[in-house]
């Protein structure tokens, strides 16, 4: 199972990266195999590991903030695995080049 998910802490002023910081702990803590992204964090693992870590993220932060707003999206293929490289190594091999582009860099 893949699923890609954000914790976002409500009412805790305009930064919240110290908030996702702790949620990333419990999600490198968990063994998932993740990929933070600026905007979600990815993991991929057995739907128990992966629902409960994605929990013990939305319960952590509402310890530390006072509304806690989670969405989770879920792909679930039968018998797949290592789909959180392999998916978009596969786009890349179709157009013969790696997909990233940051401005300034």
Do not use: W
């Not at 999206?73 to 080049?97: C, H, N």
Request: charged content about 25%.
């Amino acid at each position: 199972m893949l699923a890609s998910f954000s914790v976002v802490p409500m009412a805790t002023g305009e930064s919240v990266s110290q908030l996702v910081a702790e949620s990333l702990k419990i999600v490198d803590a968990s063994g998932l195999d993740y990929q933070l992204g600026p905007m979600q964090t990815i993991v991929e693992g057995n739907e128990a590991l992966v629902m409960e870590t994605i929990m013990q993220c939305h319960r952590r932060l509402l310890e530390l903030a006072p509304r806690v707003l989670t969405t989770i999206t879920i792909d679930d293929r039968k018998g797949a695995t290592g789909r959180l490289r392999g998916k978009v190594a596969d786009v890349e091999k179709r157009l013969g080049k790696t997909l990233a582009r940051v401005a300034g860099e």
